[in-house]
């Protein structure tokens, strides 16, 4: 690498940089002055960084360490952290620039590539269609999509299963505005949304949930709060609710994106959680735990690039849409160029740390939860 490389690599690698030297590189980031192949290198050079942050030399202290960090969050007061910052970072940002990178379901959570060579609508559907084999998914259900995002799921469902009735739960009113009126355009009556925390009345035959518990933290009261939302199963068996999840993670360890952390934790993911892959066994005070699936990382990988290939085919039209969204907020328009750069980087780095080591540190990990059982007395 050259010079300038080397130097940026050891700032973004220093955790005490001196800050206004950290801010310089930064706004370089802001600016997308930084070519692709430096930032790719950094990136690398960051996820191995972490990896060894994460581990304390042995299974044995590991192991310990994660059971603190379950403490920990199990006591924690809150559900989640930084709502509100999350949904400025990522689903208040411009509908219609988001649309132009993503797929044609717009699904902003990690696609299924079996061969690698599935375009990304292939991708699309293929992930989609496990879902709702993994769910045992039936027409007729009251299916609730838990943290909708733009519905690429919600919407997938109410198509397929026309007899069911789709909720969707949403903290985006852009988001639901998105959604209702791709329902209409398409005469689906069997899906709405919801905006909000309260109870996403009736209850359900299935809940699913995709991409939404790395926001979350104190998993016991989520998953108790999720569990009352559930139908009861009955007294014959015959019917069973069920919750599935869908979650990115690390194979072993989980951790929190802490603000000192760098960029990734000030820019996109304030608030955010790195679950373990077999985090969520650890709160079955009220679901018990069916069965879990890991996904490679490179699934998820090959998307992060599909969707950084599409913003760059619709640079200008995107760039011109965040300037106009920046100054419809009463921003300057060169807030908007940020965002479109910061999203460059967001892609390239998540691609790039999904990636690593083929793969197998970091991927997806899916979870099929069922009520537990009361006893009669």
Request: glycine letters at 6%; one cysteine or more.
């Amino acid at each position: 690498m050259n010079n300038v490389g080397d130097r940026l690599t050891h700032v973004f690698l220093l955790p005490n940089a001196p800050r206004p030297l950290r801010s310089f590189a930064y706004s370089l980031l802001d600016k997308g002055l930084i070519p692709d192949f430096v930032l790719r290198i950094i990136i690398r050079a960051l996820c191995r960084q972490r990896l060894r942050t994460i581990d304390h030399g042995s299974f044995e202290l590991n192991h310990a360490a994660k059971m603190k960090w379950i403490e920990e969050v199990r006591a924690r007061a809150s559900i989640a952290d930084a709502t509100q910052t999350a949904n400025e970072q990522h689903y208040e940002v411009s509908t219609k620039f988001i649309l132009s990178c993503l797929g044609p379901y717009a699904k902003y959570s990690s696609c299924l590539y079996p061969t690698g060579h599935e375009t990304l609508e292939q991708a699309e559907i293929l992930m989609l269609e496990s879902y709702c084999e993994k769910a045992q998914l039936v027409d007729g259900m009251d299916v609730l999509d838990l943290g909708c995002g733009w519905g690429s799921l919600s919407v997938y469902l109410a198509q397929k299963y026309p007899k069911s009735r789709i909720t969707g739960l949403s903290n985006s009113s852009t988001q639901k505005s998105y959604i209702d009126a791709i329902a209409k355009e398409r005469g689906l009556n069997n899906v709405k949304v919801s905006v909000g925390a309260g109870h996403p009345y009736p209850a359900f035959d299935r809940i699913l949930s995709i991409e939404m518990f790395e926001h979350m933290k104190n998993y016991e009261v989520l998953l108790q709060k999720i569990s009352t939302w559930l139908r009861p199963t009955s007294a014959d068996h015959a019917h069973e609710s069920l919750l599935f999840v869908h979650m990115f993670c690390h194979k072993m360890t989980p951790y929190h994106f802490e603000q000192d952390d760098g960029w990734m934790a000030q820019t996109f993911f304030t608030g955010g959680t790195m679950p373990s892959h077999d985090l969520l066994a650890y709160f079955q005070s009220d679901l018990t735990l069916v069965r879990s699936w890991y996904i490679n990382g490179r699934h998820y990988s090959r998307t992060l690039e599909a969707w950084l290939e599409k913003q760059d085919r619709n640079a200008r039209a995107g760039i011109k849409e965040l300037e106009e969204d920046a100054v419809s907020k009463g921003l300057d328009k060169e807030e908007g160029r940020k965002a479109f750069y910061r999203f460059r980087v967001f892609y390239m780095a998540c691609s790039e740390l999904f990636a690593l080591n083929g793969g197998e540190e970091w991927g997806i990990g899916h979870y099929l939860f069922k009520p537990k059982i009361m006893q009669q007395s």
